[in-house]
Nanobody, 121 residues
């Protein structure tokens, strides 16, 4: 099973940008679909963005046009570039890997531990 570690969280002011990284170990990411989810306090985990093994991307409506997901298979890393951040983007962000493609967290067995960031207004 692939092991994932997210990084890049912290505190950022609204309107600014931040990039999260998700590094894989034990297995190469090149054949996996990669997905970013987030979970705000008191809320369910929700889909943010995905990038397939063939680099097709998809986004939740709430982040479309502001977030960009990318991957570097040579570095076994997936990125989430977040622009024009809003306080409602505050959450713990998780990456997940799978062979299926779904916006449901239950579809994924491999998860990172999450990285927290807070957007201040």
């Amino acid at each position: 099973q692939v092991q994932l570690v997210e990084s890049g969280g912290g505190l950022v002011e609204a309107g600014n940008s931040l990039t999260l990284s998700c590094v894989a170990s034990r297995r190469t990411l090149s054949t996996y679909n990669m997905v970013w989810f987030r979970q705000a306090p008191g809320k369910e985990r929700e889909f943010v963005a995905h990038i397939t093994w063939s680099a097709d991307t998809g986004y939740a409506d709430s982040v479309k046009g502001r977030f960009t997901v990318s991957r570097d298979n040579a570095k076994n890393t997936v990125y989430l570039r977040m622009n024009s951040l809003r306080p409602e983007d505050t959450a713990v962000y998780y990456c997940a890997a799978g062979t299926a493609l779904s916006s449901a967290p239950s579809a994924y067995a491999s998860w990172g531990q999450g990285t927290q960031f807070t957007v201040s207004s």
